[in-house]
């Protein structure tokens, strides 16, 4: 029995460099908002939208920091609604890719291993209703790719997840190119970001509503914890 023990361990252990060593590449190789619009440029109208997936599909992959300048290289180009579009089918490929990355590499190790409340965890996201799945997925609380990683190292059902990704993906991805177009880089300054918010009542009160999700999500999942 030693030799599948290992073997999950190994592959675990393959799992986490890998992790450490996109989290590594992304702060080495640095790219702009500029330049990733220029790049579009000089792309063909016709093939702009393909090429974006595929390269945000790339850099969720590969370059983790760089996703938010995609976000925001992407609003500019496409605007809020065709960048938002763009965006949520890219996700959905990321899921899935995401999704059976960690489940082949990472998940016998988690379930030999989990024991206490992270059994409990583990049991209580695999068990959950879809409700709460497109719940977990809309509310603006963890970053998607950690999300589709975390979903892979449980039980949870493929087909369960991806019901939640394409139906709970595109209210938080939509929230957060209106709110991009309105403010562009400025979102990572507070006084601009509440300035546009000031200007904006409607939009304002429509992400507080939003982001109230997150009390029943961190209720239920124990987040807190």
């Known amino acids: 029995m030693a030799y599948p023990q290992n073997k999950r361990l190994i592959k675990f252990i393959i799992f ?10 992304g702060t080495y190789l640095h790219l702009s908002t500029g330049g990733l619009m220029y790049f579009f440029s000089e792309i063909p109208l016709f093939f702009q939208g393909f090429f974006f997936v595929l390269f945000y599909c790339f850099t969720s992959f590969f370059l ?3 996703k938010d300048l995609m976000k925001i290289a992407g609003v500019f180009i496409f605007g809020p609604w065709w960048s938002s579009f763009y965006i949520f089918i890219a996700e959905i490929i990321n899921a899935c890719v995401l999704f ?3 489940r082949y590499l990472g998940r016998g190790f988690v379930e030999q291993k989990a024991k206490g409340r992270f059994k ?7 068990k959950s209703n879809f409700f709460w799945l497109l719940l977990l997925r809309a509310a603006p609380l ?3 790719r950690f ?10 059902h493929f087909r369960k997840y991806l019901f939640a990704v394409i ?15 309105g403010v562009g880089e400025g979102v990572f300054n507070y006084r601009l970001l509440s300035e546009y918010f ?3 009542p409607s939009i304002f009160l429509w992400s507080f509503l939003y982001i109230l999700l997150i009390i029943p999500v961190v209720l239920k999942f124990g987040f807190k914890e």
């Open 147 to 156: 999300l589709d990683l975390a979903a892979g190292l449980t039980g949870i």
């Open 167 to 181: 139906s709970g993906s595109p209210l938080r991805i939509l929230w957060v190119q209106i709110v991009l177009y």
């Open 64 to 66: 983790w920091l760089a």
């Open 100 to 102: 059976y990355f960690a």
């Open 198 to 200: 000031i200007r904006h």
């Open 120 to 126: 409990g965890l583990d049991e209580r996201i695999a």
């Open 142 to 144: 963890v970053p998607f």
């Open 16 to 25: 986490l460099l890998f992790l450490l060593l996109v989290w590594r590449l």
